[in-house]
C-alpha cells in the first residue's frame, strides 16, 4: 500500500513518453533493488504522445452552447487550432455507419453511441463488446467522409467522466481527430439529436505524436536453486494514462507483482524456479514493452514455464484466467481446493494479459490475476483512477493470491 | 440504487427511537405500496438511546493535551456532566483484565486494544473474535472498580474514525461510561502507555437512555397463488447506527430486499408461495422487531419455509450464509451451478442474519445473503457509512441474487 501510494500520490500519470513514466521506472528499479541484487532495465523505444492542452467541447442547439466533458483519446490527432465544428451523425456500430454511407456521414461528426452492455455481470465481456468504436471508430468514419469523431466513454456507469484509451490509424485513410465523450452527456447529446438533427457539435484538441522516446521495462529475479532457467514471470505495466495516477491501471499490477518477490523474501522461501518479475513499459498505447521483451526472450531462448499479469484492477481477487495448453491448464485447476480459504472460486475463464500474451507462442503458459470486475470500468482510462479508489485488503488478497499460485508453480512445475 | 439514495441522502440515519426511523418506516411503506397492495405495519416498542452533544476526549502526557476521536458505545451512560479524568491500563481480553484485579483497575479507565485480526480473511470471523470488548467491555471492567472504558474500533483499517456499536450492562455490576477510539489513535495511546503508564484520559460523553418509543416492522406481502400459506421472507433492518446514513448497514439489505419483491412484480411472476418483505426495526441495539414478529408468527402459527436476510453491506455477493436442516441445505447446494454465471460460489458459511434467526425455532431455513466482506468494517458503524461508499452493480448483482434464490426456493419448495 505505501508502494501504491508512493506510485500514485508522488509520482502520478505515467504515459510512455512522459516525465512521469521515466520515474515510474527508476523508483520501480529502486524499490527492488531494497529486496533483490539480480535487476535490469530493458531499453524500449515507444510512442510519444501528448495531449496538450486541456480539451474543450459544447453543442449548439437554437445559437445555444453547452459545454460537454471530452477528452481526446489516445493518439489521436489534433483537431484544427481553432476547433471543429459539424453537424452529428449518431450510430451504433460498423454496420449502421456503412449503410448510411458517404452521403450521410460526408463533412459530419459521427457520434458512436453504443453503450457496454450493463446485464453482463463480467464486465470485461462488456468491454469487449464496445470498445472496437473506440479503436476503429475513426478509421471507420473516415472512409466515409467524416471530419471528427466523438465516442461514448467506456463505462457501465452515468456519471460526467470521460475516459480515454488507445485508438488507431490506417495509413491508407485519412486521419481525423476522435475523442471520448462523458456517459452522462453522451445520453444528453443523443436525445437531444433524436428532437433535432441539425445539432452542431464543437470540439478543440491539441493532442501531437512526438518522436519515439526511449524508455524502459524493469526486470527483477529471484534465483531459481535447483531450475534457475526455467522462469515463472509475474509482472504488470508501469506506464498509465495521463487523465489520473493509474491507481487501478496498473499501479496496482505493479506492486503486486513486486509484492510477490518480496514476500518469498521476506518468508525465505527459496524457489526452486526463477520468479521473475517484469514491469512492462508501454502496454496502453504501442505494447512496444512487451513486445520487446518477448523478442528478446526468444533470442536469448528464455525459457518461460508461466507468465502471470495483474492488468485488471487491485479489486477482490476471484481466481486467475488462463490459457494455452490444457493439462497445465488441469493441473493448476486441480489446486483450486487449496485456494478457496483465499475465496478463490474463478478458473474457467480464458484469458491472461496484454503484456504476458507474446510469450505464449514460446510456449509459457499465461494466467491473469481475475479481480472482481464490478468496479473496474468506474475508474478506468478517466481521472477516477486514483489512490482512494483502492481498498487495501483487496490489494493485498490479489498480492497473495498471485504469490500462492507462482509457490505452487514453483513446487510442482508446470 | 434511487431508494438507497433516498433513504441515506434525505433520510439519513436512523436510530430506533428517533425521527430518522420513523421516517424510514413510512418511506419504506410509501415506496413498496407503489408496487405492492398487502402491507402494513407491526408495532413494537423499541429502546430510545440518544447521543447527546458530540463527545470530547484527550489524553494527557506531561501536561500536554492530545485530543482524539472517540464515540459513546450505543446503551453506554453518560460520564459525568464535567467528564471523567482517569489513568489508563490497556489490556487485551478479559483474562488480562482479571489477573490485574481489583488492585490494578479499581479507579482506573480500561482500555480495550485487541485488534481485529487482519489476517482473517473472512473478516465476519476477525469481527467475531474482537467484538466481545465491547459487547462486556465496560460490565467486565466495572467488576474489578474501573470508571470507564475505551474500546479500539471495530475495523481492521487504521485510521481516525471511531466505530460505534452495541455494548451491554448487568444490573448485577455498576455501570460505567464506555466509548470507542478510533484504532490510529488506539495505537498512538497505546504506545505512548508503553513509555509512561501515567497517561491520563479524559472522555465526556451525554448520552442517554429514554423511555421505549413505539417504532414499527414493515411487512409487504407478494401473495402465492398455489401455497399461499408458505412464506419465503426476505428483508434487512431498517433501523442504523446514528454516526452517518447507514447506506451498508443495513439500507442496501432492505432495498435489495424490496427489489426482490419489485423484481417479481416487474418481471410479472406470479409466485406460488407468498415471498414477504420484511423491513425490521431496531436490529442494532436491541432486536425488538425481529423479535416481536417472530413472536407473533409463532402466536398465528405462520409457516415461514426460508427466511433470508441482507445485513452484511452491499457489496458484490459472493454466496449465501445458510444454517438449519442439512437436507434443505444440500438442496439449495444442488443449484450451485445454476448461480456460478452470477458469479457466486460461497454456500458453506454458517450463519444467517440477526432478524431472521429467531424464526429458526419455528422451523424457517435461515440464510444470510453473502457479499465480499473485505470493505464493510472500513465502514461498519461509522462516520463513513455513506451512499458514496455503495457500487451500484454491486448492490444490483446482490438484489438479483437474492431474487434468483428465491424463484428457485418459491418453484422448488424446501
Given at each position: 500500500?505505501?508502494?501504491?501510494?508512493?506510485?500514485?500520490?508522488?509520482?502520478?500519470?505515467?504515459?510512455?513518453?512522459?516525465?512521469?513514466?521515466?520515474?515510474?521506472?527508476?523508483?520501480?528499479?529502486?524499490?527492488?533493488?531494497?529486496?533483490?541484487?539480480?535487476?535490469?532495465?530493458?531499453?524500449?523505444?515507444?510512442?510519444?504522445?501528448?495531449?496538450?492542452?486541456?480539451?474543450?467541447?459544447?453543442?449548439?442547439?437554437?445559437?445555444?452552447?453547452?459545454?460537454?466533458?471530452?477528452?481526446?483519446?489516445?493518439?489521436?490527432?489534433?483537431?484544427?487550432?481553432?476547433?471543429?465544428?459539424?453537424?452529428?451523425?449518431?450510430v451504433?456500430n460498423f454496420d449502421e455507419l456503412k449503410s448510411l454511407g458517404t452521403?450521410?456521414i460526408?463533412?459530419?461528426?459521427?457520434?458512436?453511441?453504443?453503450?457496454?452492455?450493463?446485464?453482463?455481470?463480467?464486465?470485461?465481456?462488456?468491454?469487449?463488446?464496445?470498445?472496437?468504436?473506440?479503436?476503429?471508430?475513426?478509421?471507420h468514419?473516415?472512409k466515409y467522409?467524416?471530419?471528427?469523431?466523438?465516442?461514448?466513454?467506456?463505462?457501465?456507469?452515468?456519471?460526467?467522466?470521460?475516459?480515454?484509451?488507445?485508438?488507431?490509424?490506417?495509413?491508407?485513410?485519412?486521419?481525423?481527430?476522435?475523442?471520448?465523450?462523458?456517459?452522462?452527456?453522451?445520453?444528453?447529446?443523443?436525445?437531444?439529436?433524436?428532437?433535432?438533427?441539425?445539432?452542431?457539435?464543437?470540439?478543440?484538441?491539441?493532442?501531437?505524436?512526438?518522436?519515439?522516446?526511449?524508455?524502459?521495462?524493469?526486470?527483477?529475479?529471484?534465483?531459481?536453486?535447483?531450475?534457475?532457467?526455467?522462469?515463472?514471470?509475474?509482472?504488470?505495466?508501469?506506464?498509465?494514462?495521463?487523465?489520473?495516477?493509474?491507481?487501478?491501471?496498473?499501479?496496482?499490477?505493479?506492486?503486486?507483482?513486486?509484492?510477490?518477490?518480496?514476500?518469498?523474501?521476506?518468508?525465505?522461501?527459496?524457489?526452486?524456479?526463477?520468479?521473475?518479475?517484469?514491469?512492462?513499459?508501454?502496454?496502453?498505447?504501442?505494447?512496444?514493452?512487451?513486445?520487446?521483451?518477448?523478442?528478446?526472450?526468444?533470442?536469448?531462448?528464455?525459457?518461460?514455464?508461466?507468465?502471470?499479469?495483474?492488468?485488471?484492477?487491485?479489486?477482490?481477487?476471484?481466481?486467475?484466467?488462463?490459457?494455452?495448453?490444457?493439462?497445465?491448464?488441469?493441473?493448476?485447476?486441480?489446486?483450486?481446493?487449496?485456494?478457496?480459504?483465499?475465496?478463490?472460486?474463478?478458473?474457467?475463464?480464458?484469458?491472461?494479459?496484454?503484456?504476458?500474451?507474446?510469450?505464449?507462442?514460446?510456449?509459457?503458459?499465461?494466467?491473469?490475476?481475475?479481480?472482481?470486475?464490478?468496479?473496474?470500468?468506474?475508474?478506468?482510462?478517466?481521472?477516477?483512477?486514483?489512490?482512494?479508489?483502492?481498498?487495501?485488503?483487496?490489494?493485498?488478497?490479489?498480492?497473495?493470491?498471485?504469490?500462492?499460485?507462482?509457490?505452487?508453480?514453483?513446487?510442482?512445475?508446470?
Amino acid at each position: 500500500m505505501p508502494w501504491l501510494d508512493y506510485l500514485s500520490n508522488k509520482i502520478g500519470s505515467r504515459l510512455s513518453g512522459s516525465e512521469g513514466a521515466d520515474k515510474g521506472v527508476q523508483w520501480c528499479l529502486e524499490e527492488s533493488k531494497k529486496f533483490l541484487t539480480m535487476l535490469f532495465l530493458q531499453e524500449v523505444m515507444v510512442p510519444h504522445w501528448v495531449r496538450g492542452e486541456k480539451e474543450k467541447a459544447y453543442y449548439v442547439v437554437n445559437g445555444k452552447k453547452t459545454e460537454v466533458n471530452i477528452c481526446a483519446l489516445g493518439g489521436s490527432i489534433a483537431t484544427p487550432l481553432s476547433g471543429l465544428m459539424a453537424n452529428v451523425v449518431e450510430v451504433k456500430n460498423f454496420d449502421e455507419l456503412k449503410s448510411l454511407g458517404t452521403e450521410k456521414i460526408k463533412g459530419k461528426i459521427v457520434f458512436y453511441n453504443r453503450p457496454m452492455d450493463v446485464t453482463r455481470i463480467h464486465c470485461f465481456e462488456a468491454y469487449g463488446g464496445a470498445v472496437n468504436q473506440r479503436g476503429g471508430g475513426a478509421l471507420h468514419a473516415a472512409k466515409y467522409g467524416a471530419v471528427g469523431v466523438v465516442v461514448r466513454s467506456m463505462t457501465q456507469e452515468i456519471d460526467k467522466y470521460p475516459h480515454t484509451g488507445a485508438m488507431r490509424y490506417d495509413d491508407s485513410i485519412p486521419r481525423i481527430p476522435a475523442c471520448a465523450i462523458s456517459t452522462l452527456e453522451a445520453n444528453e447529446l443523443s436525445a437531444l439529436l433524436k428532437k433535432d438533427a441539425n445539432v452542431q457539435f464543437y470540439f478543440k484538441q491539441s493532442c501531437n505524436t512526438l518522436p519515439d522516446k526511449l524508455s524502459h521495462n524493469v526486470i527483477a529475479d529471484l534465483k531459481g536453486s535447483e531450475f534457475p532457467d526455467e522462469i515463472i514471470l509475474v509482472g504488470g505495466h508501469l506506464d498509465s494514462w495521463d487523465l489520473a495516477q493509474g491507481a487501478h491501471d496498473d499501479g496496482a499490477g505493479i506492486v503486486q507483482s513486486m509484492e510477490v518477490l518480496s514476500l518469498f523474501r521476506e518468508l525465505n522461501i527459496k524457489p526452486k524456479r526463477t520468479i521473475r518479475f517484469v514491469g512492462f513499459m508501454n502496454e496502453e498505447n504501442g505494447v512496444r514493452g512487451a513486445n520487446k521483451y518477448a523478442e528478446v526472450a526468444k533470442e536469448k531462448k528464455d525459457k518461460h514455464i508461466a507468465a502471470i499479469e495483474s492488468d485488471a484492477g487491485g479489486f477482490v481477487p476471484r481466481g486467475f484466467f488462463m490459457e494455452g495448453d490444457e493439462t497445465k491448464r488441469n493441473k493448476i485447476k486441480s489446486w483450486a481446493k487449496l485456494f478457496e480459504p483465499y475465496n478463490l472460486h474463478s478458473w474457467d475463464h480464458v484469458g491472461s494479459g496484454t503484456d504476458v500474451h507474446p510469450l505464449g507462442e514460446q510456449g509459457a503458459f499465461l494466467l491473469g490475476l481475475s479481480p472482481d470486475p464490478q468496479r473496474y470500468f468506474d475508474v478506468h482510462h478517466s481521472a477516477l483512477d486514483v489512490f482512494e479508489m483502492i481498498n487495501r485488503r483487496e490489494l493485498q488478497l490479489g498480492a497473495a493470491s498471485m504469490a500462492a499460485l507462482v509457490y505452487m508453480i514453483d513446487k510442482y512445475g508446470l
